[in-house]
């Protein structure tokens, strides 16, 4: 079974991405599948019968198309067809702290070790690791920094209103609404 | 100026630890060439064509002598004793080896610097007023506020791989010394009636490829929204500038392509989500970082100098440079110099590691230890009292650094062009050296007066030549080198872009061609004008006519 990233550790991966399915009926059964936006948008209501299903987006899909779904969906996807490629980092922002999403948060795509810090600061808590490269390092993406000046998901409190104040206490831990 | 805490020195620690590491794994064959080429950009790591061009960030052009030393020790160890000094008040070393580079940033780091986002598709180094804090014009002090939108900028996770780079100026004066028009965003600090601090954003300006000025999308911003308010436009831009076409995708084009109303709408309705929120700037914070930017401490001196005057009528040559180097400073009895880089026979902007030395140890002495960067590559001593101007100046000259001719035609904004870089079409110093040349009588160029000429090697525009009196672009006309002539831009708050005056320009024609565009200011020009309002008032032709005429 392939692997991920989730919160910092290795697991096993359940879930099958489905980047193309020609229709619904081509999808794997009894298997935990996350599907296009497009797939979820016309076939909400028959995707919804299956136990477990999730959504990935787009770097140009937009995340308010979701409404509505926040609460059920346990998981959504946001694909980096190139790790260049920056918009899904406001993707997991917007998921995060304007729709509230607080289910699985996963990067998809061209996710790589060098980028797996800004990705956790943005939400995301689960690193689909490009497939030719090693889990094991990848996690020690998450080390390159301990702390940053700006307000993010992860840390909503940006440095200047800690500075000062309990300075050795919050460092390096992740603040209490850590999705 | 600003200095690092606790938090900064580690951040800047892990950045050259991580570094360091992505360098060892590109050698190693871990990470590809297109894997490490962001990374090392976002570095200032460029590979240029003789070897890698690093490009150290200065923020906001404010340079301590401890830092200019340790500059000049990097030239002369890493790189061929000298710099260049860039138009975003940055400096670049164009010899250093890429192995080197780690180490680099780690002796940058024992002085608080870094070369963190100097290149890449990401936030740059925050630009100002070179005379801010001194200027009488001021009406705010923009460098806490360069400041705070400085640490904001750095490693931003959620912009980090932005569509393409992102430009940001501040300015606080009734006069803009910033370029903050041609910005991707200009900042402007201003006061209420009350007194009370706002900021005027103006978002969609630049150059390169399609020159713009930037629109004014919030005329009165309540200063503790700043951060909310530039997430709010990074977020638009980074989720909807164009990434398909890397010409078309500046944020300049999706103003445009939206509307700027448009655009405006979706900016303030984004900034609903962090308005009031955390990232609202609380005034303890303001007050922190004004506290780095307090005035050193001057003498109490009644006036201006009563010895000057005496020894200005004495002395042409010391005239001139007070006429032309020296600005008024708001402090009685002091003034702020300009050390000209624009020496002829030297690329504008370039200053060797020994230079460095004798600058760093003149700042000591008359400048309160501090120096600043001006877009226009010069360099500034912003708090000199006036009775030590004719000292100064004494020195300056022996290092050749005294050349007065600080806004006139022979101070030229030049990129470093096709000698080095990679991208140019053309070369761009030995044009300028010409050009110097033909104007070294120092008599007819201080009758031309105030002109700016901009030389960019290509389309990007480092050399800003959109907004150049004169502006000379590098073109490449089936592999040979050629000169496209602008007339007409100007910088300040009245920018304006330079349009083109005809068919482009072999380069030994360009010392006539310059020189035909003056003679047609010197015999039109009505008293006190100056060359730009006389191209306002006239348009192209005559210019034209005269260039074309004799040229070919």
């Known amino acids: ?179 | 100026m600003y200095r690092y805490d606790h938090f900064d020195h580690r951040l800047v620690a892990e950045r050259v630890a991580q570094f360091r590491d992505q360098t060892r794994r590109f050698l190693a064959g871990e990470l590809t060439e297109d894997e490490f080429r962001p990374l090392r950009l976002q570095n200032g790591l460029y590979i240029q064509k003789h070897a890698p061009m690093l490009r150290i960030s200065i923020p906001y052009g404010v340079l301590s002598s401890t830092q200019l030393r340790k500059l000049a020790h990097i030239g002369r160890k890493y790189d061929r004793g000298y710099g260049h000094f860039t138009t975003r008040q940055n400096l670049q070393f164009n010899w250093p080896r890429l192995g080197d580079v780690p180490e680099i940033l780690a002796e940058l780091a024992t002085v608080e610097m870094h070369a963190i986002q100097t290149s890449g598709n990401c936030e740059r180094n925050i630009t100002t007023d070179h005379f801010a804090g001194i200027a009488a014009d001021e009406v705010v002090d923009p460098r806490p506020w360069a400041e705070l939108i400085r640490q904001w900028a750095a490693l931003n996770p959620e912009f980090a791989y932005l569509p393409r780079k992102f430009k940001i100026a501040v300015n606080g004066s009734t006069v803009d010394r910033a370029a903050t028009l041609v910005h991707d965003i200009g900042v402007h600090a201003v006061r209420n009636e009350t007194g009370e601090v706002g900021f005027r954003v103006l978002v969609g300006g630049g150059l390169g490829r399609t020159p713009m000025i930037g629109y004014v999308i919030r005329e009165w911003l309540p200063h503790d929204e700043i951060l909310n308010y530039l997430d709010a436009i990074l977020r638009v831009y980074n989720r909807f500038g164009r990434r398909d076409n890397i010409y078309k995708a500046r944020i300049k084009i999706l103003v445009k392509e939206r509307t700027p109303a448009e655009f405006t709408r979706a900016v303030e309705e984004e900034w609903q989500l962090g308005r009031g929120g955390p990232a609202t700037v609380p005034d303890e914070e303001i007050e922190r970082l004004a506290s780095f930017f307090t005035p050193p401490p001057y003498a109490k001196l009644k006036g201006d100098d009563t010895g000057l005057r005496a020894l200005i009528a004495d002395n042409r040559p010391f005239d001139n440079w007070v006429g032309r180097n020296v600005f008024p400073h708001k402090v009685p009895g002091y003034a702020a110099v300009t050390l000209s880089l624009k020496k002829t026979g030297v690329p504008p902007g370039d200053v060797t590691s020994d230079q460095m030395d004798a600058i760093a140890a003149l700042a000591d002495r008359y400048s309160f230890g501090e120096l600043r960067v001006s877009h226009e590559q010069n360099l500034v001593f912003a708090d000199v009292r006036q009775a030590e101007l004719f000292r100064l100046w004494t020195e300056l000259k022996g290092l050749g650094l005294a050349t007065p001719n600080i806004g006139l035609l022979t101070d030229i904004i030049c990129c470093p062009g096709g000698d080095f870089c990679s991208l140019a079409n053309a070369k761009s110093i030995p044009i300028a050296e010409a050009v110097q040349r033909r104007f070294d009588d120092l008599d007819y160029l201080y009758d031309i007066g105030e002109v700016s000429l901009n030389m960019s090697g290509c389309m990007n525009a480092c050399g800003h030549h959109h907004i150049g009196n004169i502006g000379v672009l590098g073109v490449d006309k089936n592999g040979e080198e050629w000169y496209q002539v602008s007339i007409g831009g100007a910088q300040g708050e009245n920018a304006s872009l330079g349009k083109v005056i005809g068919p482009s320009f072999a380069a030994s024609e360009m010392p006539d061609v310059v020189s035909r565009l003056i003679e047609v200011y010197v015999e039109h020009r009505h008293e006190d004008e100056r060359f730009i309002d006389t191209v306002r008032r006239l348009g192209l032709e005559p210019f034209k006519e005269r260039v074309y005429a004799t040229a070919h």
């Open chain 1, 1 to 179: 079974m392939p692997r991920l990233i989730k919160d910092s550790a290795i697991v096993e991966d359940r879930w099958t991405v489905v980047r193309e399915p020609s229709s619904l009926a081509a999808l794997p059964l009894e298997t935990p599948v996350i599907v296009p936006l497009a797939l979820w948008k016309s076939d909400r209501n028959a995707l919804a019968t299956r136990s477990e299903v999730g959504v990935w987006l787009k770097p140009d899909d937009d995340p308010g198309a979701l409404a509505g779904d926040f609460a059920s969906l346990p998981l959504i996807a946001v694909d980096f067809p190139k790790f260049t490629d920056g918009r899904g980092y406001s993707t997991a922002k917007l998921l995060r702290d304007k729709y509230r999403f607080t289910g699985e948060l996963r990067a998809i795509g061209d996710v790589l070790r060098d980028q797996l810090y800004y990705m956790r600061q943005c939400g995301f808590d689960a690193f689909a690791v490009r497939a030719d490269r090693s889990l094991e390092d990848a996690l020690k993406g998450f080390a390159d920094f301990s702390d940053g000046y700006q307000a993010t998901v992860r840390q909503p409190i940006p440095l200047f209103r800690r500075r000062t104040t309990a300075a050795l206490v919050t460092e390096n831990t992740p603040a209490a609404n850590d999705p």
